[in-house]
Each structure stands twice: as C-alpha cells, then as structure tokens.
C-alpha cells in the first residue's frame, strides 16, 4: 500500500502534492465530531451491553480503544459468554473486518505518497464514518494526507468516552432501544452516503451493491453480506470504468 511509485499521468494532478499536515489533522478531527458524535451514540449502546455481558470498565474500555470496530464489537459482545467462544468470535470479526481489504485499497492513490509510518498510522484510526469522510475529500480535490488520522482520532476519542459512559451507566440505561439508539448508526451512514452519491453514475454499482447484500444476508449465514455487498458493487464499477 505504501511502496513508493511514480503516478500515471492521469494520477499526478491528484495525488502529487498530498502532504501530512496539522492543518489536515485539525480540519480531520473538528469536522469529524458531529459523525463522532453519532458515533458515541452506538458506543454508549456497546458498554451497555459491555456491562450486561460482565466485562469491568477497564475491559471495555480497552477493547474499544484498540479494536475500534462499532460492529465487530457487537458481534463478539454478543457471542461472550464463558467459557469465551474464542474461535467463533475471532471467526466472525475476521468476516466483519474484511471489507476494510477494500476501503484501504481505495485510499491507495493518496496513501501511495505518505511514508509507511504515516500511512499505516492513520489506517489503524479507519472507521467507515471517517474512511467515507476521507475519500469525499480526497475526491474533492483536497491534498490533506493527514485527515484520515484527525477524523480517525475524534471518532476513537469519543468512542471510549461513550464506551466509558455506557459500561457505568448500563443498569441505569436499560435497553438502549427504548431510547432509539439503535438506529443512530443507521442515521449516520445514510447521510454519509447521500454526501458520497455522484449521480446516475453511482446508481448501478449501489443497486448492484444493494441487491447482493440483502440476498447474502437472506440465504448466508453469520455476515458475508457485508464483504459480497462491496465486492459486487466495487466489481461492477470497475468493469463500468474500463468498458
């Protein structure tokens, strides 16, 4: 991802010039706290059933801080019980997690002109939130290398905080359901995705992307849908730019 190449000449206008500033650090993180607030919203709901689950705040705490996966999270919080069920939930967040495979890979002609340390840096802080913020603004024609680590950075700040809050507050709270944030993370990735919507261009790599999801999750167990959604839909754009 981060060997040094030399851009094509279609590439050299976008990424020639990107640089890893504090600037683009600054602009990363305050722009990326209303998403992070949203995002808090889910990690209050994670320590409360962090809690239920019999994990102290220290546990939860440090599992959000260095999974940083909202819905692996879930998932393995869900499957917990003991003994712990360590090749189910290895299994299923491994399932979970893959389609950062193809979210790092579409920040490969910007990340290419970072240093590895710089690169890899800011992709362990990859969220789907801010990595949907990130290439908006790469594709705008912002050269802020440094904007994935900033967003990065406030969504892992406020998912502790709520993580924190949740595990404290989880008897208190009851079913986060009650209160609607169960749908807060829906929320956010359908304003997300009307910002990253390019047109009648976008609409068959979506449908295609839609489609594949929902009779993935209809007729496959666990969550392929996830990955097969995003192949589909990432396949069908490629074939659509090269035809």
């Given amino acids: 991802m981060c060997t040094k190449t030399t851009p094509s000449n279609?590439?050299?206008?976008?990424?020639?010039?990107?640089q890893f500033s504090v600037e683009g650090l600054r602009d990363g993180f305050v722009e990326c706290v209303p998403i992070a607030l949203g995002v808090a919203g889910y990690g209050i709901v994670f320590g409360v059933l962090a809690s239920q689950a019999g994990l102290s705040v220290a546990e939860?705490?440090?599992?959000?801080?260095?999974?940083?996966?909202g819905a692996a999270q879930l998932i393995a919080i869900k499957l917990w019980e003991t003994p712990i069920p360590v090749v189910a939930v290895i299994g299923t967040t491994f399932i979970v997690n893959?389609?950062?495979?193809?979210?790092?890979?579409?920040?490969?002609?910007?990340?290419?002109?970072?240093?590895?340390?710089?690169?890899?840096?800011?992709?362990?802080f990859t969220a789907d939130e801010n990595w949907a913020l990130t290439i908006g603004k790469l594709k705008s024609g912002s050269h802020q290398g440094a904007y994935l680590?900033?967003?990065g950075l406030a969504i892992w700040s406020f998912w502790i905080i709520a993580t924190v809050i949740g595990t404290v507050a989880g008897g208190m709270i009851g079913n986060p359901a009650?209160?609607?944030?169960?749908?807060?993370?829906?929320?956010?990735?359908?304003?997300?995705?009307?910002?990253l919507w390019e047109g009648?261009?976008?609409?068959?790599?979506?449908?295609?992307?839609?489609?594949?999801?929902?009779?993935?999750?209809q007729y496959l167990p666990g969550r392929w849908y996830i990955l097969l959604g995003g192949l589909g839909g990432s396949l069908v754009e490629v074939i659509r730019f090269d035809g």
């Fill in 10 to 18: 279609s590439e050299a206008t976008d990424d020639q010039s990107v």
């Fill in 60 to 69: 939860a705490a440090f599992m959000s801080a260095t999974v940083l996966a």
């Fill in 98 to 124: 893959l389609r950062y495979v193809l979210m790092g890979a579409a920040l490969r002609p910007w990340f290419s002109q970072l240093s590895p340390l710089k690169a890899y840096g800011s992709v362990f």
């Fill in 149 to 151: 680590l900033g967003s």
């Fill in 178 to 195: 009650q209160y609607g944030l169960n749908f807060v993370l829906t929320a956010v990735f359908i304003s997300i995705a009307v910002g």
């Fill in 200 to 217: 009648k261009s976008s609409f068959l790599p979506w449908i295609t992307a839609f489609s594949i999801a929902v009779l993935s999750a």
